[in-house]
């Protein structure tokens, strides 16, 4: 009898201590949600250079276990093309896929690549690409709160138009659309009119008449449809296009080493794809061109000698009003593009 009172007794404490365990102990942590990274890309959805960012998001997140993920915003869903950078800078958007040649006018360093006739051909820019990168870091986390985690180059930029331009004479009396400070000053020192406008309304102006053509990416123009409202191409190699991945540097800062160092391995990894890509774009654009009847123009080697002698001051002064940073950028330059000297473009059929 005692014995079932004692057993009893012990069963009852247990029981007390049961419930008062599970009543005074702290709440359980709620399960940790993943710390988001909300990605812009100029971009329209089904884009390649979107696609490639999209793929970039699913390799990453896959790798950081749910403690951050990446979610991509094409085209101006999330903010508008010119409020990127700023966006990027204090937080409102964690990162970008963007031309930091756009925002040239916050700092002119970062148009320096985009100075008309600087590289050779796509050949010279991707070689100097990445190194390229550190350099344009330093000024990101200086001026910008960002962090610079790689850079694009998207091959050169072409002549689209309503009309042929195979001589220095064409340019003038052109209306044509300048998508970056750089391409004006191409624009007006070849003759031409620029008109300021942003690439996404490229089409737009070009079917409306507005503007006569445009110094843009063949790529790009093929992926917007401009050759719907265009009727010639004109080869030149006259400036290369850029995009850059940026981060915001607070973030960036508070993410773990390893958590670092998967990001900066799937960008370079996303690099290096639409290097690639782009290689493989210069014949295939060129064809698409041919099979939808455009007149094509191959700017001879001569003539487009001409086109650079008009650039050559503006070229000089770029340099030298850049210091440390130009002299950085010019020692590259000359180095990629004696391992790659200019050839004009030579097509079958063309």
């Known amino acids: 009898m005692i014995g079932h009172k004692i057993l009893f007794s012990i069963i009852l404490i247990l029981f007390i201590s049961l419930i008062l365990f599970l009543f005074l102990r702290e709440p359980r942590d709620e399960i940790k949600k993943p710390v988001i990274i909300r990605l812009v890309v100029p971009s329209a959805v089904g884009d390649p250079l979107t696609e490639k960012d999209e793929e970039l998001a699913r390799r990453f997140n896959s790798r950081v276990n749910g403690e951050y993920r990446i979610q991509v915003f094409p085209g101006e869903s999330l903010a508008k093309i010119p409020e990127y950078f700023d966006a990027v800078r204090v937080g409102a958007i964690e990162m970008a896929d963007a031309p930091w040649g756009v925002y040239a006018g916050?700092?002119?360093?970062?148009?320096?690549?985009?100075?008309?006739?600087?590289?050779?051909?796509?050949?010279?820019?991707?070689?100097?690409?990445?190194?390229?990168?550190?350099?344009?870091?330093?000024?990101?986390?200086?001026?910008?709160?960002?962090?610079?985690?790689?850079?694009?180059?998207?091959?050169?930029?072409?002549?689209?138009?309503?009309?042929?331009?195979?001589?220095?004479?064409?340019?003038?009396?052109?209306?044509?659309g300048a998508i970056s400070p750089a391409m004006a000053i191409l624009i007006k020192e070849l003759g031409g009119s620029p008109v300021t406008i942003m690439w996404t309304d490229l089409y737009t102006s070009l079917q409306k008449g507005i503007i006569d053509g445009t110094v843009n990416g063949t790529h790009g123009s093929i992926e917007n449809g401009l050759m719907d409202v265009c009727t010639d191409v004109s080869y030149f190699f006259g400036s290369s296009g850029?995009?850059?991945?940026?981060?915001?540097?607070?973030?960036?800062?508070?993410?773990?080493?390893?958590?670092?160092?998967?990001?900066?391995?799937?960008?370079?990894?996303?690099?290096?794809?639409?290097?690639?890509?782009?290689?493989?774009?210069?014949?295939?654009?060129?064809?698409?061109?041919?099979?939808?009847?455009?007149?094509?123009?191959?700017?001879?080697?001569?003539?487009?000698?001409?086109?650079?002698?008009?650039l050559r001051t503006y070229q000089e002064k770029q340099f030298s009003s850049m210091s440390e940073f130009g002299i950085k950028v010019k020692e590259i330059v000359d180095e990629v593009n004696s391992k790659h000297p200019y050839h004009v473009k030579t097509i079958e059929g063309v």
């Open 242 to 310: 850029w995009n850059g991945f940026t981060i915001n540097l607070d973030l960036w800062k508070r993410m773990p080493p390893d958590i670092q160092q998967i990001l900066l391995e799937e960008v370079d990894r996303a690099v290096d794809w639409i290097h690639n890509r782009f290689a493989r774009w210069e014949v295939e654009d060129l064809e698409s061109f041919q099979k939808r009847g455009l007149n094509i123009h191959i700017i001879s080697n001569n003539e487009r000698e001409k086109w650079c002698q008009r």
């Open 106 to 176: 916050l700092d002119p360093r970062l148009s320096l690549i985009e100075t008309p006739f600087l590289f050779n051909n796509i050949e010279a820019g991707t070689a100097a690409a990445k190194r390229l990168l550190p350099l344009h870091d330093r000024i990101l986390q200086e001026r910008f709160n960002a962090k610079a985690l790689g850079l694009m180059h998207l091959s050169g930029m072409e002549v689209l138009s309503s009309r042929p331009i195979t001589i220095l004479e064409d340019w003038k009396g052109l209306m044509v």
